[in-house]
């Protein structure tokens, strides 16, 4: 007792050597707290259908026009290490459910500035984290419990959640026509509609084209599109009925040598000799092709050499052979899928069986350029090809950004087969639920849950706020509605009120709001826990 009298006179007569640590710690996670939620505040206009738009521009001049969370994050310079965590946990809502990217962060945000109060308000940062991963379990067990169950046959349902995706982006006003599309697409490769629990989306493939507009966008399930045209310049044919597709990953040209090595000739009697040899090389393997029965070829791209060069393609064009060159690397496994037909990495592969079979395959002009379309596949793999179409280069890219996102909602009720009710009405349920959980808690875990509830209705009040309503007074309608047990109630944007969200078709995945909450919880409690910053070389 006499020790600790000591220590105390000694804080009461200003000795605070043994708190310099404290107050450095506190430097530190203040100064993090602060990086972090000047990130959220960043993209916080942008949430909700009303939310504003971000221009970001390069160093090199490259200019995007988004409202994506993710993408503005994402290109955005930022130096803070703190800052960084933020961008991280929107990369990573996009790869969980691919929407709520900028819920996250607002979230995130949010959740900080309510740990700033309670930790001015001398609770231990500990603490803090383990009331509120309490408080993120119980908030998924909350969702869950109010989720509505979805039958990926109803289809309905399914075009509601990805119109309630787009709703929110730039091109929102093409959401009835793009939004049964990527239902039909998602649902096209998808392996069986009861028993899959994910799907790979590379298996959809977005051919972007300028000119025409998005209402021109169209979805090839039994089929595909490349995004170039065939080689004419030996006058070869543009179009082939009753195919018979090859596709190769060799280049038919004449070998070369190594790069730093060169071949000297010295009469021209040698000249003759390599001429007559490569014909004769080419010709080998052209008479290979033509015996199998192939009638259009599809070529990879060769960086060391040409993939074809003017004899393979004045042979190929004499014997009526459609070629399509250049076939890019990564896109080889997409087109072996779509097609049936098997990729051949040397000419003495090049048999039958190997090939896939087409109605036909024709060149088509497609705004300000070519492509090639391959329609009536015999075999088809779980494939499909989106053809989008818009005036601009702006509009194209965030076209191309908002169908991802809306093609990762369905990929969702997939995954997870509950849809919410949108429009803010998830966070004003969890405050109401999740405050009256506090009041039976009780003591420090339950005054740490009530900041936490009230934290979430940061979104509630920025979609009103961005919608140029007034934040009070809709939010507090919006609470007093789930206080009555109205917990589908939202806020209605386009007639300025609240209603019931599930009524007016405004739904969204169960994921979404699961993983937002998941991942904002973790993030905002591995900012918490950080009290140094330690450089190293």
């Known amino acids: 007792s006499s020790a600790c009298a000591a220590e105390l006179s000694n804080n009461m007569s200003g000795d605070k050597s043994q708190f310099a640590g404290n107050e450095q710690q506190k430097d ?70 691919g929407d709520g990217t900028t819920s996250v962060v607002v979230i995130a945000g949010s959740l900080l500035d309510a740990a700033e109060r309670l930790l001015s308000r001398g609770l231990h940062p500990s603490i803090i984290s383990e009331s509120w991963q309490q408080a993120a379990a119980l908030s998924v067990d909350i969702l869950k419990s109010i ?17 309630t995706s787009l709703n929110s982006k730039v ?26 629990s994910t799907v790979n989306l590379t298996d959809i493939k977005i051919v972007k084209k300028l000119g025409g507009t998005l209402e021109d966008t169209e979805l090839i399930l039994n089929g595909v599109v490349l995004d170039q045209g065939c080689v004419k310049t030996a006058g070869g044919p543009t179009k082939m009925e009753k195919c018979k597709i090859g596709l190769i990953q060799f280049c038919l040209s004449a070998p070369k040598t190594d790069m730093e090595n060169s071949v000297v000739v010295a009469d021209s009697a040698q000249i003759d000799r390599i001429f007559r040899e490569e014909r004769r090389y080419i010709l080998k393997m052209i008479k290979k092709i033509v015996k199998s029965g192939c009638n259009v070829l599809l070529v990879q791209k060769s960086i060391l050499r040409d993939a074809t060069n003017q004899l393979s393609q004045h042979y190929l064009a004499k014997k009526k052979i459609m070629l399509v060159q250049d076939i890019e690397r ?44 391959i329609s009536g596949v015999g075999n088809p793999g779980k494939a499909a090809t989106v053809l989008l179409h818009a005036s601009n280069r702006l509009v194209l890219d965030e076209a191309d950004r908002s169908l991802h996102d809306a093609l990762c909602v369905v990929r969702c009720l997939v995954k997870m087969r509950y849809l919410m009710p949108g429009g803010a009405a998830v966070e004003a349920e969890l405050t109401h639920q ?46 007093k509605k789930h206080a009555e047990g109205k917990s589908t109630y939202g806020i209605n944007i386009k007639k300025c009120t609240v209603s019931d969200m599930k009524e007016e078709g405004v739904l969204q995945p169960l994921l979404v709001s699961v993983s937002a909450i998941k991942l904002a919880t973790e993030t905002v409690q591995a900012i918490l826990k950080i009290d140094d910053i330690v450089p190293t070389r």
């Open 28 to 97: 530190i996670r203040s100064s993090n707290i602060l990086a972090a939620k000047a990130v959220a505040n960043c993209i916080r206009t942008s949430l909700g259908p009303k939310g504003m738009d971000k221009m970001i521009t390069s160093a090199s001049g490259e200019v995007t026009i988004t409202n994506d969370g993710a993408t503005i994050l994402d290109k955005m310079e930022v130096a803070h290490p703190a800052a960084k965590m933020l961008v991280d946990l929107s990369s990573s809502q996009d790869v969980e459910a």
């Open 147 to 163: 989720a509505i169950k979805v039958d990926l046959s109803d289809k309905k349902n399914l075009v509601t959640a990805a119109s």
């Open 171 to 196: 091109i929102g006003g093409y959401s009835q026509s793009l939004a049964p599309l990527a239902v039909d697409a998602v649902l096209g490769i998808t392996e069986d509609l009861k028993s899959s």
């Open 330 to 373: 990564k896109d080889i496994e997409f087109i072996s899928k779509a097609t049936g037909c098997k990729p051949i990495a040397s000419i003495e592969a090049f048999t039958p069986d190997m090939l896939g079979t087409a109605e036909s395959v024709i060149e088509e002009s497609s705004g300000s350029g070519k492509i090639v379309r």
């Open 434 to 479: 999740l405050t009256q959980k506090a009041k039976s808690l009780g003591g420090v875990v339950g005054y740490c849950t009530r900041a936490f509830a009230e934290a979430l209705e940061v979104v509630p009040y920025t979609l009103a706020e961005n919608a140029g309503l007034s934040p009070i007074k809709i939010v507090t309608e919006l609470r």
